[in-house]
């Protein structure tokens, strides 16, 4: 690529991404159903975007897949995890089912949902508390909702 190539996607704001690397998306905490079967607990979820495809990766199981964008990389996941608990299930290896991801995926994920969380709280008070009068904020009582 010259320089002019170069030039053009930064001025565009286009990242090239070089083969192997990997950009940290979006963390999430998901729950899949085989059928009215089963549900699971809420799984950790690390979207990647590598080279030209989203990778979802289930944390828990050491489970990934991947898809044009985040849509078609749940779905091919979702449709993996069923395939490794019901693979589990018919080997009797449910007690060895739990496989969690290397460390670095951990590491990205819990940087993610560290970003998120910082996100949606400060909006949540903006929206909420910014517009209300100091004396009413301080006559307002206080709950504990467990999440």
Not at 46 to 58: F, G, P, S, Y
Not at 131 to 141: E, V
């Amino acid at each position: 690529m010259n320089q002019e190539e170069q030039n053009h996607k930064q001025n565009c704001g286009i990242v090239q991404i070089k083969e192997g690397s990997m950009k940290g998306m979006k963390a999430k905490r998901i729950r899949f159903k085989i059928g009215s079967l089963w549900e699971s607990p809420p799984l950790h979820i690390l979207l990647t975007k590598e080279n030209d495809v989203v990778v979802a990766r289930c944390l828990e199981f050491t489970v990934s897949s991947h898809g044009k964008d985040e849509k078609a990389a749940l779905k091919a996941l979702a449709d993996s995890i069923k395939e490794y608990v019901l693979t589990a299930v018919e080997n009797d290896a449910i007690n060895t089912i739990f496989d969690p991801a290397h460390g670095k995926y951990w590491r990205i994920y819990n940087e993610l949902e560290t970003k998120q969380s910082s996100r949606s709280l400060k909006l949540s008070i903006k929206k909420s508390l910014m517009s209300i009068p100091n004396d009413n904020l301080q006559q307002s009582t206080t709950e504990i909702n467990y999440a």
